[in-house]
C-alpha cells in the first residue's frame, strides 16, 4: 500500500469503483429521462409521422450524449457518494488510514478519477456533442414542431474594415436575402456602392462566404467621376454567413469550441453585441469539465466517515449542493446575458462559490 508506484492496487480499487458507479448512475437515471422523454413526446412524434429510424438515431441517439454531459456534475457526486458511503460503512475507509493512509493521500485515485471525467466531459461538450445537437435540432423541428427563427429583417453588419452590408429582409430556409446593399468606406468617404434586388448563399461552394447576387448594380466613385456596372448574376465573396444574420435559440450549443472562439472574435471585430450567450457558452465548458474536482472533494469528504443512522443526511445535503450547483450555473448565465455580468465571470461563479464550499469540507474530514 505503500508502494512507491504511482497507481497503486488501492488506487485501481478506488478508480474502478468510482468509474463503475458513474456508469452506472448515468445509465440508470438516462434511462429514466428517456422513458418520460417517449411518453411526453410520443404523440408528437406519431402526429409529424417520425420514422422510427430517425427517433432513434437522430433524437436519441444525440439526446443521451447532451443530458449525460449537462447533467455530470450531478452523476459524478452520486457517484462518490454512494461508493464511498458503502466503503465507510463497510470500515474500509477506517482500515485504509489505520494502515497509514493519509486522507490526502485517499483523494489521489479520486482526483485521478474526476480528471478523467473532466476530460471526457470537455472533448464531449467541445467537439462531439455540438455536431449532434445540429442533427437533434433538425429533427425537432420536423417532427417536434420546435419554432425556429428562419428569417430576418433589417439586417445590417459590418463584414469588413469599411465595409457596411444591409439586407431589408432575409430567408434563413431559402438562404436568400433582399433587397441587398453593400457600402465600403475609405478615410470616411463612400468610395462603391453595390445593389441587388437578391443574394443568395451558396452552400455548395468549397469556400465560405460565397453569394451570387442578382439584379445587381455597383456605383464605383472615383473623385468626381462615377462608374457603374450592372449585370443579371455575379459571384461575390461577402464576409458573412448565415449563421451572422439570423440568430436561432440554442444556436450557441450547436458550434464546437473552436468555432464559437472564432464566432466571437469575429462579431466582436464587427461591432456587435449580440455574443454574449455565445461567451458564456464557450466558458461554461471549461468551468464544467473542473466542476468534477471540486464535486468529488466534497463528495468525498461528506460520506468518507461511518455514521450511526447511515448516510441519509449527508445525502441529502450533498444531492441538494449539486443541484445548487446546476441551477447556479443557469442563474449565473442568465445574469450574464441580461445584467452585464461579464461572460468568463458568469461561467466561473458556480466554481468560484464551491471551491470554498469544498475547503470547509475537505477540513472537516477525517485525518
Sequence with gaps: ??????????DRYIIAKFI???????????????????????????????????????????FIPYFANLFSPLFVFIAVIFFTSKLAGNSE?????????????????YMISAALIAVLNFYLGAYVIPKGNIVKMDFETKYKNRK????????????????IAY????????????????????????????????????SISETKYHWKAQNYKIRTLKGLREEIKSG??????????????????????????????????KQMERGSGNVVQYEVEYHKRIATSFAS?????????????????????YLGIGLALSF????????????????????MLAAWIPNILYVFIAYFCYRQAPN
Excluded: W
Aim: glycine residues 6%; without cysteine; proline residues 4%.
Design 324 to 343: 445548487a450547483y446546476i441551477l447556479l450555473q443557469t442563474v449565473s448565465a442568465t445574469f450574464a446575458i441580461n445584467a452585464d455580468t461579464p461572460p
Design 1 to 10: 500500500m505503500m508502494s512507491n508506484k504511482f497507481i497503486t492496487r488501492l
Design 167 to 202: 439586407l431589408q429582409q432575409y430567408d434563413d430556409r431559402s438562404k436568400t436575402g433582399y433587397g441587398f446593399s453593400l457600402d465600403k468606406f475609405e478615410n470616411k468617404k463612400l468610395v462603391s456602392h453595390m445593389t441587388a434586388s437578391t443574394i443568395r448563399y451558396d
Design 148 to 163: 425556429r427563427n428562419t428569417s430576418a429583417t433589417n439586417v445590417q453588419l459590418m463584414v469588413g474594415p469599411g465595409i
Design 293 to 313: 474536482f471540486i464535486l468529488t472533494i466534497i463528495g468525498v469528504s461528506l460520506s468518507s466517515r461511518k455514521r450511526k443512522g447511515g448516510m441519509g443526511l
Design 93 to 109: 475507509i477506517i482500515a485504509m488510514l489505520a494502515a497509514g493512509v493519509s486522507f490526502k493521500r485517499l483523494l489521489r485515485p
Design 20 to 62: 463503475g458507479t458513474y456508469i452506472y448512475s448515468i445509465l440508470l437515471i438516462i434511462s429514466i429521462s428517456i422513458v418520460f422523454d417517449v411518453n411526453e413526446n410520443l404523440a408528437k412524434f406519431s402526429t409529424y409521422g417520425a420514422p422510427v429510424k430517425a427517433i432513434v438515431f437522430d433524437y436519441y441517439a444525440n
Design 232 to 265: 443579371v448574376v455575379i459571384d461575390t465573396m461577402i464576409q458573412m454567413e448565415p449563421m451572422d444574420l439570423v440568430f436561432s435559440k440554442g444556436q450557441q450549443e450547436t458550434l464546437t469550441s473552436p468555432e464559437l472562439q472564432q464566432y466571437v472574435s
